[in-house]
């Protein structure tokens, strides 16, 4: 705000009321401080204004037109006074300075308040919000989860619908590897980010599929490889899924995670291991034509070839 009408009130040439000399140092103080927000200097205009206002508010007016102006005076410097602030708040975010700037936007809702200028005391509180986000965006990138998390679950509080602020907050309990990533993110999902959200908790599930796989808790491998799939399809959670079903004799469910394997990355390093698992899973099955098919798929890899043979023959295959 670089412009004030500062001619707002027209002062008698002769005030003979002491009442009268008080408010005449109020607009003193008044014009004061519209000269110094034509300078930029913001703060001592703040300060100028709220100097007017405590002199104007302890004048006993004699007569209405003095009281008018009071009045009139008064409720200028309590526009300008919030204005002022918000302005140099937003400067504050601008300048990425977002703990001072939360800080005088705190201080702009309160006084904007106490003036009765709800408008301004709203448009301050709305910006609070962006601050959290730059904070826990610095902290999730210098990967301090804990910190990051802290920042968007204040977002979530002053506003439950902000997808963002529910996706990073999935995000930093996501890689922090706390189960609370599910719930924050599947409200981001609810709230309009779901590509972004379902990206992120596929790829929290696949790190506690291959947690699982290590612990060799191959239940677990499986729900967690197969909810990964379920979210954002990929070849490495159709082959945890294969592995893990495979180690707990799921002949099914190995079955269908490999042949998705395979669809996803048909020259993956360790396709005939694969095949060797699936023709194993449909030998077990009782599935002979299957299994044969398979078998004969690896019969000339010198590391399944004299298994192979021998099943096949087994087995009967044509």
């Known amino acids: 705000m670089k412009k004030i009408v500062t001619t707002f009130i027209a002062v008698a040439l002769a005030c003979t009321s002491l009442f009268a000399q008080d408010f005449n140092a109020a607009k003193e103080k008044y014009d004061a401080a519209c000269a110094a927000v034509e300078n930029s200097d913001d703060a001592n205009a703040v300060k100028l204004f709220q100097e007017a206002i405590s002199i104007a508010e302890a004048v006993n007016a004699d007569n209405e037109d003095l009281a008018a102006k009071i009045e009139e005076l008064v409720g200028a410097c309590k526009t300008y006074i919030p204005t002022i602030m918000l302005n140099q708040a937003k400067a504050l975010v601008n300048a990425k300075n977002y ?68 996706l990073r907050l999935g995000m930093s309990y996501s890689r922090a590897n706390d189960d609370k990533a599910v719930e924050a993110l599947n ?106 098919g398979y078998y004969k798929q690896i019969v000339s890899d010198p590391n399944f070839k004299a298994y192979a043979e021998e099943r096949i023959k087994a087995l009967g295959c044509n």
Do not use: H, M
Not at 101 to 111: C, F, G, P, Q, Y
């Open 99 to 166: 703990e001072a700037a939360i800080n005088e936007l705190t201080n702009v809702a309160s006084t904007a308040g106490n003036y009765g200028k709800e408008d301004i005391a709203a448009e301050a509180k709305a910006v609070i919000p962006t601050c959290y986000l730059g904070l826990g965006n610095a902290a999730l990138n210098e990967k301090d989860y804990t910190k990051a998390a802290g920042f968007f679950q204040k977002v979530t509080e002053i506003d439950p619908a902000n997808a963002n602020a529910y």
């Open 187 to 292: 409200k981001a999902a609810e709230l309009g980010q779901a590509n972004a959200a379902n990206k992120e908790l596929a790829s929290f599930y696949l790190r506690k599929a291959n947690n699982e796989v290590k612990a060799k808790n191959w239940a677990k491998a499986y729900e967690y490889a197969a909810n990964s799939g379920e979210l954002a399809p990929s070849a490495n959670a159709y082959k945890i899924a294969g592995l893990a079903a495979y180690s707990a004799q799921k002949w099914d469910e190995c079955i269908s995670a490999y042949e998705k394997y395979i669809a996803a990355s048909p020259n993956a390093k360790d396709l005939n291991q694969t095949i060797y698992r699936l023709a194993d899973s449909f030998d077990k099955k009782g599935d002979k034509s299957k299994a044969c």
